[in-house]
């Protein structure tokens, strides 16, 4: 008997109007809920950009870097007072302390000099900036050095030493011959320390070089800056990095463009802001609600091997065509009345936002047949 009620039921179905039995399908393509920025953590001039619209980045790639402001030595020595660190802004520290940091030249002693003692020459009473002399204690001519008139003035004149050792605040002669002749001595100074070498600059920085006490040359990279302040002290220096894994939407700068701190790199639709986008008419509407399940197809798969499932996340309450672009009102004839609905789902790597799809909802009354047909065998 139970076989017989199970012969009938299953030929019910079968005459049954097909509406009732079929799925429901609509069609629809992958969309984005939005864009994600990435911004300029800092601001400069665009060096390069790695990327463009359509491409896919993941997590930690480079998209961009900002140029540098480069700052090097202008002289060879020691650094010494080393005030600044990475993430600090240049023009505070240098307010605080006079300069980023110093730099003790190698020509540590300075002479302040005038052409008082010098010899009854014309020519000895004018000296010229540049000159390289020779220097020699007045009292018994045993410490000796060679240095550089770099200062001159009416008749005084500031020598930097270049070599030798001296005692500070001994007095000496200073020659233009190194045999000093008395008939090349061109003044008299006094020896005193040569001023440390400030070194400044602008903006925030991103990369320090150099360590308190190294050992410098004129030219050597001391540290590299940004425009404005960084954010918590934090230099990540010159490259910015997607903090995202998805498809770049668009990019907003060029290379060689200037951008500010928090300026809009580009955009970044996110991997977890994929969703399918349909197209639901009215005499669809009772087929399909929010919270069902759906099966998802991509047309391009034809053996369906990435078919998946999705669930309805929202269908619009007002239809595509109640207003036009517009905003002016247009037909609303059952004909017209189309409503978008959207679809969540997990996106494997094979999916790519525009895709077109099929959105498939079982029928509810063939699922309850299904499930009575198994009860009854039972």
Same mark, same amino acid.
């Given at each position: 008997m139970k076989k017989l009620l199970t012969l009938l039921l299953t030929l019910l179905l079968c005459l049954a109007p097909s509406v009732a039995?079929?799925?429901?399908?609509?069609?629809?393509?992958?969309?984005?809920?939005?864009?994600? =920025?990435?911004t300029a953590p800092f601001g400069g001039v665009v060096a390069s950009l790695s990327v463009q619209a359509g491409d896919r980045v993941?997590?930690?790639?480079? &998209?961009?870097?900002?140029?540098?402001?480069? *700052?090097?030595?202008?002289?060879?020595?020691?650094?010494?007072?080393?005030?600044?660190?990475?993430?600090?802004?240049?023009?505070?520290v240098s307010t605080r302390y006079g300069a980023a940091l110093y730099i003790a030249p190698e020509n540590k002693y300075?002479?302040?000099?005038?052409?008082?003692? =010098?010899?009854?020459?014309?020519?000895?009473?004018? &000296?010229?900036?540049?000159?390289? *002399?020779?220097?020699?204690?007045?009292?018994?001519?045993?410490?000796?050095a060679v240095g550089e008139i770099v200062a001159a003035e009416g008749t005084t004149y500031t020598v930097e030493t270049t070599s030798g050792e001296l005692m500070m605040e001994e007095t000496v002669n200073i020659y233009r011959s190194p045999e000093y002749t008395s008939s090349s001595r061109i003044g008299r100074g006094t020896v005193s320390r040569t001023a440390e070498? =400030?070194?400044? #600059?602008?903006?925030?920085?991103?990369?320090?070089?150099?360590? %308190?006490?190294?050992?410098?040359?004129?030219?050597?990279?001391?540290?590299?800056?940004?425009? #404005?302040?960084?954010?918590?002290?934090?230099?990540?220096?010159?490259?910015?990095?997607?903090?995202?894994? #998805? *498809?770049?939407?668009? *990019?907003?700068?060029?290379?060689?463009?200037?951008?500010?701190?928090? %300026?809009t790199i580009l955009s970044i639709y996110p991997d977890d802001s994929l969703e399918i986008e349909i197209d639901v008419e009215e005499y669809?509407?009772?087929?399909?609600?929010?919270?069902?399940?759906?099966?998802?197809?991509?047309?391009w798969d034809e053996d369906g091997a990435h078919d998946t499932e999705g669930n309805v996340r929202m269908i619009s309450y007002l239809s595509n065509a109640s207003t036009s672009a517009a905003g002016e009102e247009t037909s609303t004839s059952s004909s017209d009345a189309v409503y978008k609905g959207y679809v969540s789902f997990t996106p494997d790597e094979s999916v790519r936002l525009g895709m077109t799809v099929i959105v498939t909802v079982p029928d509810a009354e063939e699922a309850t047949a299904t499930e009575e047909a198994a009860e009854t065998t039972e």
């Open positions: 039995l079929a799925d429901t399908s609509f069609d629809g393509s992958v969309v984005s809920t939005g864009a994600s =920025a990435i993941e997590v930690g790639d480079v &998209v961009a870097t900002i140029e540098t402001t480069k *700052v090097y030595a202008s002289t060879s020595g020691t650094v010494t007072g080393l005030f600044i660190q990475t993430g600090d802004n240049v023009e505070n300075s002479i302040s000099a005038d052409i008082e003692k =010098a010899y009854n020459d014309s020519a000895n009473k004018y &000296v010229n900036i540049g000159e390289t *002399v020779y220097i020699s204690c007045t009292s018994d001519g045993a410490h000796t070498i =400030a070194v400044t #600059g602008t903006g925030s920085v991103v990369a320090l070089h150099v360590s %308190d006490g190294d050992p410098v040359e004129r030219g050597q990279l001391l540290f590299e800056t940004v425009t #404005g302040d960084l954010d918590g002290l934090y230099a990540t220096g010159n490259e910015i990095v997607s903090e995202i894994s #998805g *498809v770049v939407a668009s *990019v907003s700068v060029s290379a060689g463009g200037t951008v500010s701190k928090g %300026d669809d509407l009772g087929a399909i609600a929010v919270g069902d399940d759906v099966r998802v197809s991509f047309n």
